[in-house]
């Protein structure tokens, strides 16, 4: 086991304490100075002996006191716990010399000490590395705490009460105004030594989480205790992480043992436990005879003799000593001087002889907790049980961790158990015992799971830190999700135990987890290797550390090694531990490994993890270059990433002086946002903003092409709710303006986009003849403007007029033109075109009769769009999915797709668009065939209304006729009305296909017109 010191800072959680002599400036006066100094000298040794023995580390003198920092430079678990009980020592050692004092010289002393938890750069501070010493907000209020307290007391923070609650006694003094802190702090004096003295302790009093898994550990212990009933003397060590469950294994097990009447005996190792020798044995003896805390000396005394004696009366030689040890002495019956070996050999010969007598009838079990903290005595004592205990009835039963191996490993009495993380459905039971089953929750247990890597302390520790920090309301085992917990913390009492964890590794491995916890979830060995800067050799040796330490594992082996983190956690805490500037530099370093060590043909899809680490590095220029290679890369094809992305470069651009690359940067992250903006929602005033700022710098920079495209995005876009006019007025200027910049490509993309207005308008002709344009400027090269706005213009050119042919009731030609504009979608990559394509399809296909295949073709499209996660395209899929449905007389699944398809645009968008009309008279049809026939004249009429304010005449005819269906079903006049007006504007746009069912639908209603 290795502790490192090491001489660059880190960022530590720890517990900071201060503690002076109050009133010592009036007392130097009374005092002749040498003499005072002797005092102040005596006094302070008391504090940093006590510091010491609780593995602190004195920081500094203060003058007339000390500041001491546990959990650093090496992390303890319990660094609340030890400051708590340090200052309790402190309180008592000061108060017998302040007695002393007092008695010899009438002085006047006391003590008073502050306490507080939290983050703290620590290291080697100032010039040429300074010594060691702690600094941050964390030691101020320790210092104010301090300045609070009474004379004779010890006040700590929330923080630390946090940590340290249960294992000691608080009393709340409530809150007080802190200065120099935001709000008010909460108060409590340190009043003793608490009830628990473990984490199950602790538990315990919170109410235990109900037990799961572990069947096979349990059959394992009770065949271990068949063969102790049988006289076959059995060990067994349970060896884990923290928190895996060792503690409450044993728990289990015993309360089974202990209602089968077997006599059970315990004692639970401390980590700073080694301070204290023997603490184990002498716990495992009290424990056997019965000893309480406070128990009268004499009645101690008293029950050792009885049941010492009664199992063997030969006791009675060894009795002064057993007194002794037990901290009992008896006056009268002093202990014989011998040396301490000789003292240790009969103590050791003492326990053997009380566990094992043979005769013993009842079985008995003794067991050790927490052996990794045993102090060497104890230890030897444990070795001279094992190799005694032979044929006896015996069970003894030890847990550790990992990094401790018992040196009985090898005995044939022993038998060693793993213990492994929960499993997945154990994890799933049991925080449904924790969280509840609210439906709010449901999708948490993975990644709950994934955090803690199963580890049932860490999976409570998150719960209860989730709800007090407000992502889960209610009350335990029935939480509700209140928001979602990305962006949750690390509990500080798991953060204590995984930095002790790391702290114990040697230097190399903890900078190379630090450097790992940096580049990601995963990383490559070369890379590793490179950012850490570290020699085959010393890099070998590290990564061999780190693996056996179960802290990462081998991903892959081939072509390369990856190494992963066993738990995000760990990865968490190592990167938490690390300064901002450290952190930096491993960043670029590592975007520098990766843009070395991989070839270009991966830089795509590295582009985004390259610039996550040099905007990290802080080199932010290069960082905005390669997240617009990667938002160009993530393209339609995830819009939501792209929007990200380029939202991303706008705001490390931000940081830069404006000059021609940035500023067309700046420009260029805007204008992409905004062609995000109609695919996948944004709101109106965000989307407004970015539109003037774009407009700002491309008018001052004379950036003719961006202006077209701002243009194109506040004007020309689907999804503006202006009237058709306005709309194919934007769309002609738009197109002028783009040809005066001669740019073919920008010509091609404008193009793509205005040509859709026409068709909104039912100006079939001039849809097609903006489509021909297009697909002349554009010949047979796919990329002309391809991805500007539109994915690939030919696709979209070729799908356009095959609406127009199925418009004019020409199916076949429609169905071939489809076709090759699928097949062109898919040759290019484009899943957005192909999703438009999908949906017109799957409504062909069910036209002419091929229901089935229409709603195969319908179904698959839903899926890809929602994969795909263009809002725009997916309630177009959903639409079109419910029309098919409702050709299929699948009334309800088609209302049903049609309500979400609704919802989904305008939840997402904030408005209904331009297919605002065409959905509602869809909803209208499937809402009177599921005879729903007041909301679907609603819809119809609203259809009708915003068709004909907004001239969208493609869609007005249609939704007159679904007019004239509603009112025929509710009885009311007006269907011929509307029946003739539908025809004479399907006439007027050369909607063929329409009249047709116009004249159908005329035939049905003849009895109502
Ligand atoms: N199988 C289980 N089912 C439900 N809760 C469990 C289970 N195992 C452990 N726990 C809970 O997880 C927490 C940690 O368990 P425990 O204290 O036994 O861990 P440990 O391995 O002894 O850790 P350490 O090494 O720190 O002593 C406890 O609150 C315990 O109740
Ligand atoms: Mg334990």
Known sequence: MHETVKDEAERKQVTVLFADVSGSMDLAEQEDPEEWRKIMQRFFSVLADTVTRFEGTVDKFTGDGIMAIFGAPVAHEDHARRACYAALQMLDDVAEYAAELRRAKGLNFSTRIGVNSGEVVAGAIGEGGGSYTAIGHTVGLAQRMEALAEPGK??????????????????????????????????????????????????????????????RELARLEQALDRANAGEATAVGVVAEPGIGKSRLYLEFLERCRSEGVEVFQAQGQAHGKAIPFMP??????????????????????????????????FAENLPLMFDFLGVPDPERPVPQISPEARQRSLAEVLCRLVGKPSRR????LVFEDLHWVDEGSQAMLNGLIDGFGGTRTLVLFNYRPEYTPPWADSDCFEALELAPLRREDTRELLRDLAGEDPSLDGLDEPIHERTG??????????????????????????????????????????????????????????????????????????????AGLGPEAMEAALRALVEGGFLYEAQLYPERLLAFRHPLTREVAYGTQLAEQRAATHTAAARALIELEGPERYDELSALIADHLRQG?????????????????????????LRLWRQVMTLVAELPEDEETAALAVHSRLLQLQYA?????????????????????????????????????????????????????????????????????????RSAGAYAYLCAGDFGGFEAALDELLELVGDDGSVGAGIILGSPIAWGLMGKGMVRREQGRYEEAEELFDRALRLTLEEDDPETASWVRSNQAGLLAIRGDIAGGLAVARRNCELTDRLGDVFSRSLALTNLGWVHLMAEENEAALEAMEEAERLYREEMGSGGEMEGWRAQMRARALLAVGRNAEALEAAEYSVRISRERGMLWNYPVALLNLARARAACGLGGVGEALAEATRIARQTGAVSLLGDIEKETEVLAPSL
């Open 362 to 365: 009842k079985t008995l079990m």
């Open 454 to 531: 199963g580890n049932p302390f860490f999976i409570e520790e998150i719960v209860r830190e989730l709800a007090e920090a407000g992502y889960l309301e209610g009350e335990r085992g029935a939480y509700r999700l209140a928001r979602p917990i990305e962006d949750a913390g690390v509990p500080v009492t798991v953060q204590a135990v995984l930095a002790a964890r790391i702290d114990r590794l040697d230097a190399d491995a903890k900078q190379l987890l630090q450097v790992a916890s940096v580049l990601g979830k995963e990383v490559g060995e070369r890379s590793l290797a490179m950012a």
């Open 281 to 314: 044995i002498l716990q495992m003896l009290r424990s056997f005879f019965g000893i309480a805390d406070n128990e009268p000396e004499q009645q101690a005394r008293e029950k050792i003799a009885g049941r010492a004696l009664l199992l063997d009366p030969a």
């Open 618 to 642: 802080g080199e932010t220029l290069e960082a905005a270059r390669w997240s617009a290679r990667a938002a160009h890369w993530s393209g339609h094809a995830r819009p939501h990433d792209a």
């Open 154 to 215: 010890a006040y700590l923070t929330e923080h630390t009460a946090k940590l340290a609650r249960g294992y000691l006694d608080l009393r709340d003094l409530g809150e007080f105004e802190i200065k120099g802190a935001s709000r008010p702090v909460q108060v409590f004096e340190l009043a003793g030594v608490g009830e628990a003295r473990s984490r199950l302790d602790l538990a315990r009093e919170r109410g235990f989480s109900r037990f799961v898994g572990r069947e």
């Open 678 to 750: 109609w695919r996948v929602g944004m709101n109106r005033e965000e989307e407004g903003r970015l539109a003037a700022e774009a407009e700002e710098i491309a008018l001052r920079r004379n950036d003719l092409h961006s202006r077209v495209l701002l243009r194109v995005a506040t004007s020309v876009r689907p999804g503006l709710d202006h009237h058709a006019d306005e709309w194919l007025a934007a769309v002609r200027e738009t197109v002028e303006l783009a040809d005066r910049t001669g740019d073919r490509h920008l010509r091609a993309a404008v």
